[in-house]
């Protein structure tokens, strides 16, 4: 029975249709409302929103007033930003799809619920996918069809969520009236340029609707040992970790989301998923949502995340190209996909989200808020089954030198034997093997360095640590030309050198850091520890640089 259903029952409330004798359904006047969309009486921006306020209307909603100039950005957009041809196609062609695909939201809701009992077997037992309130500190995983998700997303585009009770939930607004009302208020370019990958979406899937599966997954570590999950680690974990430090790769030009191999983006997100999307930000996370709007939906069910919390969505289609960044940012037009689908029926698009510090200035420094930012970034990365498979693997065999010809043998020589030649070749294969199935690595680059104002260079180096303690098999980090991380790739190169452990290179960084904090020091932690390369003094040799 529908209304028995405990996922359902946790998002019922968030959603603009409404339960009765075990059915979905809308009220008969937004059903009305919606066919009238299949005429030709709505062609105007003004019409438009005459529509969207009688629908919200017949559904009660007209006690949560909309962003005052909501009525005033729609008609600004679509009866003068766009261009007469573009104009007609909309409203003959994509509002009546999208008026047909919101009549069908009850029975795709209702479809999804039946399917959603299917569980998937992810190595820890059974995992339920229905879409609900995935609330702070319960972790777990919501499946929705593309179909679902443009769904969901016309009724952001309508304004037909109820917003009340998600201030107390800690939960995004998800309507686009401020989206609209910021183009009114203080137009310019690149406001309208965000409306358009949205308007480019609808165009594309109401002309071809995608098949697939996008996952959306609160991801938490555990702040008590529940001796199932690695729980929340303190500073001795850190300091005393044997894992090797994985492979790193420097790009200084070229961006996260166009890396060509296998690996988990990340959105360097702001703890309410989605940050500035739906108002006036536009920098990484919000053009990464702009140019694949289905994530987007995660802001629906997902509220804030804490500091032990990540979010990870996987499946979501890339509709728009686009250049430039903030006040450049620009739509430049369609985007094809071709990223490979998975078993479940996700293409292979890894997405992370993960919050740094806001403006931390010196308090960066001080182990309690490095732990912060290091533990944010392991849950992230951390993939929790394959993690307690490698843990067997370290019990089996101990922490010996051996992990490190296993984890850098592919670019690093070997050291001789500390331990015999068939303990070190089934050690090997067992890593390998696991590897194997662990092949995603981690693309990353500054993250909250722009307008959170973190350390480069620290925050380069958390990274890498988190993604090693989290068994990746490298991380390519993207500079964007910063020019305080200039030297990364020489200093990365000789780090290798010495098979430092995630332990040793952790211990530099706390010792760096207080020498920081204590004002002992001014320069960044790169030049820190290899003054040579800076033309300053002797510092450490450098061995085998090329």
Request: charged share 20%.
């Amino acid at each position: 029975m529908m209304e028995n259903r405990e996922d359902l029952s946790s998002i019922l409330p968030y959603l603009p249709v409404v339960m009765r004798s075990s059915s979905l359904f809308w009220p008969s006047q937004v059903v009305e409302t919606l066919r009238e969309l299949g005429t030709d009486r709505v062609n105007s921006g003004h019409l438009l929103f005459n529509t969207i306020s009688d629908l919200r209307n017949s559904l009660s909603l007209s006690s949560e007033p909309l962003a005052p100039s909501a009525a005033l950005g729609y008609p600004l957009f679509f009866d003068e930003l766009m261009s007469g041809e573009e104009r007609s196609k909309w409203f003959e062609e994509v509002v009546p799809a999208l008026g047909n695909l919101l009549l069908r939201l009850p029975s795709l809701l209702e479809a999804h619920y039946e399917n959603s009992d299917m569980v998937i077997d992810e190595g820890e037992g059974m995992v339920k996918t229905g879409l609900r309130l995935l609330d702070s500190q319960e972790a777990g995983i919501v499946f929705l069809s593309q179909e679902l998700i443009a769904a969901l997303l016309a009724c952001s585009f309508f304004c037909l969520f109820p917003v009340n009770d998600r201030y107390v939930q800690q939960l995004q607004l998800i309507n686009f009236d401020a989206l609209f009302a910021s183009l009114y208020d203080d137009y310019n370019q690149k406001q309208e340029n965000k409306i358009w990958c949205i308007i480019h979406y609808f165009q594309r899937i109401s002309s071809d609707m995608p098949k697939g599966v996008v996952s959306f997954e609160r991801k938490v570590l555990p702040l008590e040992d529940d001796s199932v999950h690695i729980s929340y680690p303190n500073a001795n974990f850190w300091s005393t970790s044997a894992i090797p430090l994985c492979r790193f790769e420097v790009l200084s030009s070229g961006l996260i989301e166009d890396h060509s191999s296998e690996a988990v983006d990340v959105d360097f997100a702001n703890k309410y998923l989605g940050g500035g999307v739906l108002h006036r930000g536009c920098v990484q996370e919000e053009i990464r949502f702009m140019i694949s709007p289905e994530l987007i939906a995660g802001m629906l069910f997902l509220p804030s995340m804490e500091d032990n919390e990540a979010i990870e969505i996987v499946g979501v289609e890339r509709f728009s190209s686009y250049t430039g960044y903030a006040s450049s940012f620009r739509f430049s037009g369609d985007y094809v996909d071709e990223r490979d689908v998975d078993t479940l029926g996700r293409r292979k698009t890894r997405i992370v989200a993960i919050d740094a510090l806001c403006s931390p200035g010196m308090r960066q420094y001080r182990e309690n808020f490095l732990l912060r930012e290091i533990n944010k970034a392991f849950c992230g990365f951390l993939y929790q089954s394959k993690y307690r498979q490698y843990q067997k693997i370290l019990r089996e065999n101990g922490c010996s030198s051996v992990l490190f010809d296993a984890a850098t043998s592919t670019t690093m020589e070997t050291s001789e034997g500390k331990i015999s030649n068939h303990e070190s070749g089934n050690f090997q294969n067992d890593y390998h093997r696991m590897e194997q199935g662990n092949n995603i690595g981690i693309a990353t680059g500054n993250w909250g360095c722009g307008a959170f104002g973190g350390d480069p260079e620290v925050k380069t180096i958390i990274q890498w640590l988190a993604a090693s303690q989290a068994v990746r098999p490298f991380i390519a980090y993207y500079t964007f030309g910063l020019e305080a991380l200039h030297n990364l790739d020489k200093v990365a190169h000789w780090i290798l050198s010495q098979r430092w452990t995630v332990g040793d290179l952790w211990n530099m960084l706390i010792e760096y850091s207080t020498n920081r904090s204590k004002g002992e020091t001014n320069v960044g932690f790169l030049q820190w520890l290899l003054p040579s390369i800076y033309g300053h003094g002797a510092g450490m040799n450098l061995p085998n640089m090329p």
